[in-house]
């Protein structure tokens, strides 16, 4: 079965509370065998309590299934990206390095497997409500269509392009943002608050890096 294709992720981290509920409910899904898929970052630790979640986007092009030398990374024809396949995954977090949004982890307790959100396939071809969206008391995480997401989020609107330097990607999963934006490709380099590459100079690193 396909995920039903009026049916679409939102997520709008402004809106995360950093209760956890998520993580708790992921390693729940009858797929992950007790292991969430997803988790919280600080946004800005030393200044903020404020958490985003980090869930698998599902590029149009995903990165990680391009890198994968063993081909272990597969997508639906509707457009999931799936946890690498266990008899083909070598365990060399390629996927881990490549991936712009820092999604798949490689599980090295044992299994020595990639694992990360796949959007709870087995419930959302169904369709019902991911795990992780089920639960979200803020609705950070909402699985519905976009006449919902307008409805309940009228000052928003759904972002699912995104731009890190040179390389463009789209994605599945639609990441809100404030309705005054521009509606571009959100180019991720221009909310960082320093340059890396300055960042490296100002600690020496620079010429080590590039040696």
């Known amino acids: 079965m396909a995920v039903p294709a009026e049916l679409e992720f939102f997520m709008d981290p402004n809106r995360c509370i950093g209760c956890e509920a998520c993580v708790q409910a992921c390693s ?18 030393p200044s903020s309590p404020q958490t985003a979640p980090v869930i698998c986007m599902h590029c149009d092009s995903p990165t990680c299934a391009e890198v994968c030398p063993a081909d272990a990374i597969k997508k639906t024809p509707d457009g999931v990206v799936q946890s ?24 090295v307790t044992g299994i020595e497997l990639m694992m990360k959100c796949d959007m709870c396939y087995d419930r959302t071809s169904e369709g019902k409500k991911p795990m992780c969206a089920s639960v979200c008391p803020s609705q950070c995480l909402f699985f519905g269509t ?8 009228p000052n928003s609107q759904p972002v699912n392009e995104f731009q890190f330097g040179a390389q463009g990607i ?8 404030p309705r005054h934006d521009s509606g571009e490709p959100l180019l991720v380099t221009d909310h960082l608050e320093t340059d890396p590459v300055e960042d ?3 600690d020496g690193l620079f010429e080590e890096a590039m040696a």
């Not at 729940?28 to 600080?42: N, P, Q, R, S, V």
């Not at 976009?146 to 989020?153: N, V, Y």
């Open 84 to 107: 690498a396949r266990k008899e083909r995954c070598i365990g060399c977090n390629n996927c881990g390095l490549a991936c712009p949004f820092g999604v798949p982890k490689v599980e």
């Open 170 to 177: 789209r994605t599945k999963v639609n990441m809100l943002v």
């Open 200 to 202: 490296l100079m100002m």
């Open 146 to 153: 976009r006449e919902e997401i307008a409805r309940l989020r």
């Open 28 to 45: 729940e899904c009858d797929t992950h065998k007790g292991t969430a898929m997803i988790h919280l970052e600080y946004t800005d630790r």
